[in-house]
């Protein structure tokens, strides 16, 4: 397998981190590599502080930039085709598979959708994105003009986003709305994580139930407000988690037993249909990701 090109990861230092040492910082703020670890790569030479390579755990200090150049790794291997929904000047829209990352991180670097796209549309910006195990439509912007646009759209709620997804037991209504708040709680792993938290912010998920199956539903969710993993937090908030997700448990927190990471694959979530005025002309365009077999209807074959 061949390795990727390296990457460089920055931070800027502020006031309430500056006297910390840089590998007390590291260990704390960066917790999937151990104390052991930053330390090796300290001693390899891969922590820069304002581009000098440093070699010993010197305190920092405010408006510093601290820099771990990663050398090249091999990543894991994942579904890298994606298909072209739609292509115009402005916009390009896509259907991602599942288990593709949309973006650089947690190990993953070129095996991500924005590397592949790159790669034909150098210019090309995601509007949003999805979670790695969730397939289906992403809108990418590939002017300055449709990313400014997109970016209101959705900061106004404008754009429409619709997800199937299979969910645990068989809810007792038809219609529901989650109004469930999303932000960050704390993760053993990572830190911190979103999740159903009182103190986050406000998130908002129209559920419909499409078919009821022995213990499960197909169900359909149309998000107006896009936090991270929210129909995923929100239908884990209602009591049903989706089927196989390795993170949330019912009530929309993380599980505290053999908790997962937010990029674990084992869950059935699709974007199915994004709508929303095309950026340069204004007119509503709608575009449709066929589901996965798993997510289909049974009259739908």
């Not at 502020?14 to 960066?30: I, K, M, Q």
């Not at 400014?148 to 969910?167: D, G, I, N, T």
């Not at 539903?217 to 896009?226: F, K, R, W």
């Amino acid at each position: 397998m061949a390795l990727n090109r390296g990457f460089v990861y920055t931070e800027q230092i502020d006031g309430p981190t500056a006297g910390e040492r840089v590998l007390d910082h590291l260990s704390r703020c960066h917790r999937h590599s151990s104390l052991e670890g930053w330390r090796r790569r300290l001693e390899s030479g891969e922590i820069f502080l304002d581009g000098v390579v440093i070699e010993d755990n010197v305190p920092l200090k405010p408006g510093q930039e601290l820099a771990w150049h990663r050398p090249p790794w091999e990543e894991p291997e994942v579904p890298l085709d994606y298909a072209v929904l739609h292509l115009d000047r402005d916009l390009l829209v896509v259907a991602k598979p599942s288990g593709l990352p949309t973006l650089p991180g947690g190990g993953f670097l070129d095996h991500t959708l924005l590397a592949r796209v790159r790669r034909a549309f150098p210019e090309a910006t995601p509007a949003h994105r999805l979670g790695r195990a969730t397939s289906g439509i992403v809108v990418f912007a590939r002017s300055a003009m449709a990313r400014s646009r997109l970016s209101e759209a959705m900061r106004r709620r404008e754009v429409v986003k619709v997800y199937r997804a299979l969910a645990s037991g068989v809810p007792a209504r038809n219609h529901l709305t989650m109004e469930t708040r999303i932000g960050p709680v704390f993760h053993p792993t990572l830190g911190t994580v979103h999740a159903a938290s009182p103190e986050g912010k406000t998130a908002i998920s129209r559920v419909r139930l499409l078919e009821r199956r022995r213990d499960c539903a197909l169900l359909e969710v149309e998000i107006e407000t896009g936090r991270p993993h929210q129909i995923r937090i929100h239908l884990a908030a209602a009591g049903h988690p989706l089927v196989g997700d390795p993170l949330y448990a019912t009530g929309g927190g993380i599980r505290e037993e053999g908790v997962g990471l937010p990029g674990d694959s084992g869950y059935r979530l699709h974007a199915e249909r994004v709508r929303l005025g095309h950026p340069a002309t204004g007119a509503l365009v709608c575009f449709w990701c066929p589901p996965p077999p798993e997510l289909r209807l049974i009259s739908e074959g």
